[in-house]
Nanobody, 127 residues
Framework: QVELVESGGGSVQVGASLKLSCSAS????????RAWFRQAPGKEREFLAI???????NYANSVRGRFTISRDDASNVVYLQMTSLTPDDTTVYYC?????????????????????WGTGTLVTVSS
């Protein structure tokens, strides 16, 4: 019923920046928690960033200072600004959302308690 669609992925060189977008449609509140994850081949899903209503953000230590999550509540779009990209950032990036009022205990792990997921956008970083 709720649909999330990622966009903005692509192929870039080391050190480049990318801004991913996640649009949401359906019965989802603009105040719902929104998050970004990624999953590399053969690896478990990795939490990157989450944004709650009220301006609270939380980041994985691995991307803190490089990645920034932001949101436009009027249009239900969430962004992930990524800078200083390296080949280790090459993977599929997913956005997720939770129902309004849902709480999370930090640190966030693999996001199994998120309610909605997009199908991913591929980011490839080469030298």
């Amino acid at each position: 019923q709720v649909e999330l669609v990622e966009s903005g992925g692509g192929s870039v060189q080391v050190g480049a920046s990318l801004k991913l977008s996640c649009s949401a449609s359906g019965p989802i509140s603009s105040n719902a928690a929104r998050a970004w994850f990624r999953q590399a081949p053969g690896k478990e899903r990795e939490f990157l960033a989450i944004s709650w209503g009220g301006g609270f953000h939380n980041y994985a230590n691995s991307v803190r200072g490089r990645f920034t999550i932001s949101r436009d509540d009027a249009s239900n779009v969430v962004y992930l600004q990524m800078t200083s990209l390296t080949p280790d950032d090459t993977t599929v990036y997913y956005c997720a959302a939770a129902r309004e009022g849902k709480h999370f205990i930090l640190p966030i792990k693999n996001g199994d308690d998120m309610d909605y997921w997009g199908t991913g956008t591929l980011v490839t970083v080469s030298s």
